[in-house]
């Protein structure tokens, strides 16, 4: 899912993005439920994205891009899913507590 996510965001489809972030959220609850830490999902999205990246452009855009622009998307797409998948899981905790 992380790869997908990361293919939308780089794209230009607003709409796909909404989905997809919607089908994560739905996804991080799932886990949340199923007791799943919250670390490994976190750390399976930074994967997700890095394997993304790297088939994108192996060589990490070197004398092709601009590194500090890369660099602010890159932080703002891994913002935007982590925080999708913590409210995910907050919101599953607050509305289902362990009993």
């Known amino acids: 899912m992380g790869f997908e996510l990361a293919l939308i965001l780089?794209?230009?489809?607003?709409?796909g993005a909404t989905r997809?972030?919607?089908?994560?959220e739905?996804?991080?609850?799932?886990?949340a439920r199923d007791g799943i830490p919250i670390?490994?999902?976190q750390h399976a999205i930074h994967d997700?994205?890095?394997l993304t990246l790297?088939?994108?452009?192996p060589a990490g855009g070197t004398g092709t891009t601009d590194p500090v622009a890369d660099r602010s998307?890159?932080?703002?797409?891994l913002d935007l899913l982590t925080c999708t998948v913590s409210r995910a899981y907050v919101a599953e905790?607050?509305?289902h507590p362990a009993h």
Do not use: E, Q, S
């Not at 997809?20 to 994560?24: G, I, T, W």
């Not at 998307?73 to 797409?77: C, E, G, N, S, Y």
């Open 10 to 15: 780089l794209g230009d489809a607003p709409t």
């Open 26 to 31: 739905y996804a991080a609850a799932l886990w």
């Open 39 to 41: 670390d490994m999902v």
């Open 54 to 57: 790297n088939r994108i452009d």
């Open 73 to 77: 998307f890159l932080v703002d797409m």
């Open 20 to 24: 997809a972030l919607r089908r994560l």
């Open 93 to 95: 905790i607050r509305n």
């Open 48 to 50: 997700g994205v890095k």
